[in-house]
Nanobody
Framework: QVQLVESGGDLVQPGGSLRLSCLAS????????EGWYRQVPGKQRELVAV???????IYADSVKGRFTISRDNAKNTLYLQMNSLKPADTAVYYC?????????WGQGTQVTVSS
């Protein structure tokens, strides 16, 4: 079993930055795919940024040029650097990974962008 724990969510003003972290209980990142999704009440969870098992990185059009996904395998940690934040980025952000066909999700961390 794999546990994912996100942190770093906060209240930030428009134009500000945040870095989300996702700590895995095992060394699993880079085996399958991993990434970040977000969800607002009443809407489906949507992809923010993912890295595939083939090493390709995919970003949602709405975050391209502002968000960057990265990982530190030695620390079993996945990151999402978010710059130039907008009120539309307000959501619960979830860490995700897939290992040998099994998907794992974190509990989510709240990001609120508001003045």
């Amino acid at each position: 079993q794999v546990q994912l724990v996100e942190s770093g969510g906060d209240l930030v003003q428009p134009g500000g930055s945040l870095r989300l972290s996702c700590l895995a209980s095992k060394s699993i990142f880079s085996i399958g795919g991993e990434g970040w999704y977000r969800q607002v009440p009443g809407k489906q969870r949507e992809l923010v940024a993912v890295t595939t098992s083939g090493g390709r990185t995919i970003y949602a059009d709405s975050v391209k040029g502002r968000f960057t996904i990265s990982r530190d395998n030695a620390k079993n940690t996945l990151y999402l650097q978010m710059n130039s934040l907008k009120p539309a980025d307000t959501a619960v952000y979830y860490c995700w990974t897939v290992v040998r066909g099994s998907e794992y999700w974190g509990q989510g961390t709240q990001v609120t962008v508001s003045s």
